[in-house]
């Protein structure tokens, strides 16, 4: 060979293990996920969404101040009681409420859905990422939770560290610890799942002593009053003031502790178990936190933190999560990760099935046609501040047709068609006046915005117009229900 073709030679296989090293670096960067879902958190027990609030959450404060936090994030609603359910399969399709897997197969799914194969787990799986859950069973995603290549899942709500939410931290640790020593280099998708502060609300001993609280399970007697339990929420009453819609609802009538009580002793004494299991849950997110730190993993992992939905815990009478008030219908989310400005605070305007197509941009992946929701990493990226103007939500698990609710810029609109025609209910609320939500219940004074004013007449057209959006929003999203103040549309 002569001395030109030698280094000609040379320079190609120089080259090719350039681009090759080159190809392995962009690898090596692609983005690891948390996935952290709380499962029963009200986006106001945490102090980031309202600073009265005296529960203690350092971990996620700095995951806060390092992140993106989102004001405006809900769930598209439920055709079930449980909540949980019909949330978890829009997490993990990225469908619309009405077009998900039929909801008889909802509970008990043992066979096989062509979409269980378009979810999370299934996704980056084939996308050559590591992937791995931990979560509770029950009132979930069967055909998509098995996706995951490991999988731990258990219901854990007890007061221990084997019976809580230390249970769940273990299994990321075991799982990340087992990688370390593996050495590995792929990317991991984490889905980092909790079995509380949903009830049974049983905390660490040392944290319902913190909050004040005891495990209350004698239905006869209520709880003792203690200082350091939380006050009672802004906007509680002792009773709803009409019918919620779902008689014999389990979460309003059945949760030990609570019962159908709502008297101030036992509200603040169910709030401080609640806080006691979220702060917990705060404990052991940092533990995770920590671990990915130590392996220099942290910088290229994107974390979100958010809920399946939100809680009464006492706000407007309720107790449960069946309702569409902002404490029930948004949910807390911060994400931070490798790009996102720190400390940022957006509108976002998101569903929760708008993660998937999120968690594809991210990891570059092509979002698959089942996918219904919209990315947000234009938010993420500081582009916009939201990805949508209207928001639509439901709760269809009672009498039928049940609760519907639309927002746009600081108005909402809730309607109450349940009870068979007894209860024919509209709320219309200014959110930015009025973020609570109070009603004529609530008694206050001062600002006539502190209300409900759907019977106020100066804001007649504002009704008609959240009225029209309503319907629109039905049609939109394929609601097979009209509403009694509805037009009947064939389909
Ligand atoms: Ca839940």
């Known amino acids: 060979m002569d001395i030109r073709k030698r280094i000609r030679t040379f320079l190609l296989v120089f080259g090719c293990l350039l681009l090759f090293s080159v190809c392995k670096a962009q690898e090596k960067k692609r983005p690891n996920f948390l996935f952290v879902l709380i499962d029963d958190q009200s986006p106001f027990d945490l102090k980031l969404y309202d600073r009265t609030s005296i529960l203690e959450t350092p971990t996620i404060d700095k995951l806060a101040e390092q992140g993106m936090v989102f004001e405006s994030v809900r769930h598209m609603g439920s055709m079930n009681g449980a909540v949980c359910t019909p949330s978890r399969h829009m997490i993990m399709t990225g469908r619309t409420l009405w077009h998900l897997p039929p909801s008889a197969e909802f509970q008990q799914q043992t066979g096989f859905h062509p979409l269980d194969t378009m979810t999370i787990g299934a996704i980056f799986n084939r996308a050559g990422y590591s992937t791995m859950r931990t979560c509770k069973e029950g009132n979930s995603y069967p055909g998509a939770n098995r996706q995951f290549t490991v999988v731990k899942d258990k219901t854990k709500r007890g007061g221990t560290e084997e019976s809580g939410s230390a249970w769940h931290a273990e299994q990321v640790l075991t799982y990340l610890g087992e990688r370390e020593q593996a050495d590995k280099k792929d990317p991991f998708f984490i889905y980092f799942g909790f079995s509380h502060p949903h009830d049974p609300r049983n905390g660490t001993p040392d944290l319902l002593d913190k909050y004040g609280a005891i495990n209350h399970k004698d239905e006869e007697t209520i709880p003792p009053a203690n200082p350091r339990q939380p006050a009672l929420p802004a906007n509680y009453l002792p009773a709803h003031p009409f019918h919620h819609g779902h008689p014999d609802l389990r979460d309003e009538t059945r949760v030990s502790g609570v019962w159908e009580r709502r008297d101030e002793n036992t509200v603040r004494n169910e709030l401080g178990r609640d806080f006691a299991c979220s702060e917990n849950i705060d404990t052991q997110l940092d533990r995770v936190l920590q671990k990915l730190e130590a392996m220099g993993e942290l910088e290229n992992t994107y974390i979100i933190y958010t809920s399946d939905h939100g809680m009464a815990m006492g706000r407007h009478g309720l ?95 809730i309607k109450y068609d349940v009870m068979d025609g007894a209860v024919r209910e509209t709320q219309l609320f200014n959110l930015a006046q009025n973020p609570n939500e109070y009603l004529a219940e609530h008694k206050k004074s001062g600002n006539e915005m502190l209300t409900d004013l759907a019977e106020n007449p100066k804001y007649a057209a504002k009704l008609r117009e959240m009225e029209a959006l309503l319907l629109e929003q039905m049609k939109l999203h394929d609601d097979p229900y009209t509403l009694w103040d509805q037009p009947r549309v064939s389909k």
């Open 319 to 413: 107790v449960g999560k069946q309702n569409l008030y902002e404490h029930t219908w948004r949910v807390p989310f911060i994400v931070k990760g490798p790009g996102i400005k720190p400390g940022t605070r957006v509108e976002g305007n998101i569903y929760l099935l708008d993660l998937l197509p999120t968690f594809c941009e991210l990891a570059g992946i092509k979002t698959p046609e089942t996918v219904q929701g919209e990315s947000f990493v234009p938010v993420l990226k500081g582009e916009k501040q939201t990805i949508r103007e209207v928001q639509y939500g439901v709760y269809n698990g009672g009498t039928k047709p049940g609760i519907r609710t639309v927002k746009k810029g600081d108005w909402k609109l």
